[in-house]
């Protein structure tokens, strides 16, 4: 069955330090990949994702992503985290050809922490 | 643009008591989703509605678990009678179509089963 794989279920950092997140799919087809972020108190929202094209994807807030398909994976990433990052982070796959149900496969999600 | 609306946002109640909640999708989005959030864990799909029709209902637990969207607008997510692990968050979200659109989420109800 298709999985999603987050390594990280919990990071603490200070301000200013680079981040990233690492998110590996076990389906071998065609997929869509997604990030959500929900931050304290609020909805979850979306914060990237990649269909096609350039594998290098940017989101909200200064967020991207990387596809990098040899490796199944996903990696959100952040050059410099700010306190109000501080949020769940998830990462969400979907077969890109399932026809009309595309089922979102969720992560575990991972809780970061950023102190100021 | 208003949001998804859910409500309750927070029910407590006894395990074998009934309870519902529900969901107002975005307006013009034909297809709603109802997912169980467990502490710790993803959002795991209960159900997914385009407009009043089942599409996936592979994960809910049919014995205690209904849910409804007769009018192809709101939904109602039933649970009766309810255990202690359906403590959880209930999620609403909301989409233009099936074919890959952005899920828009409501705020949940926080469930817990005592």
């Known amino acids: 069955a298709q999985s999603v794989s987050q390594h990280n279920h919990h990071v603490i950092l200070s301000e200013a330090a680079s981040l990233e997140l690492g998110c590996n799919y076990s389906?071998?087809?065609?997929?869509?990949l997604f990030w959500y972020v929900q931050y304290p108190g609020q909805h979850l929202q979306l914060l990237l994702k990649y269909f096609s094209g350039d594998p290098l994807v940017k989101g909200i807030k200064g967020f991207e992503a990387e596809f990098i398909k040899s490796k199944f994976s996903f990696n959100l990433r952040k050059p410099s985290v700010q306190w109000s990052d501080t949020a769940e982070y998830f990462c969400?796959?979907?077969?890109?050809?399932?026809?009309?149900?595309?089922?979102?496969?969720w992560g575990l999600g991972t809780s970061l922490a950023v102190n100021p | 643009e208003a949001g998804v609306a859910q409500s309750p946002r927070y029910k407590i109640i006894e395990k074998r008591q009934s309870v519902a909640f529900w969901c107002n999708p975005i307006s013009g989005h034909a297809t709603l989703y109802w997912y169980q959030q467990i502490l710790g864990q993803g959002p795991k799909l209960l159900i997914q509605f385009q407009n009043n029709g089942v599409v996936d209902d592979s994960q809910l637990p049919k014995d205690r678990f209904s849910a409804e969207r007769l009018k192809g607008v709101d939904s109602t997510l039933k649970i009766q009678p309810a255990k202690l692990e359906d403590s959880a968050v209930y999620l609403c979200?909301?989409?233009?179509?099936?074919?890959?659109?952005?899920?828009?989420f409501g705020p949940g109800t926080r469930l817990t089963v005592l």
């Open positions: 969400a796959v979907t077969r890109g050809n399932a026809g009309n149900n595309r089922k979102l496969i």
């Open positions: 979200a909301s989409s233009l179509g099936q074919t890959y659109n952005e899920q828009f």
């Open positions: 389906y071998g087809g065609t997929v869509n």
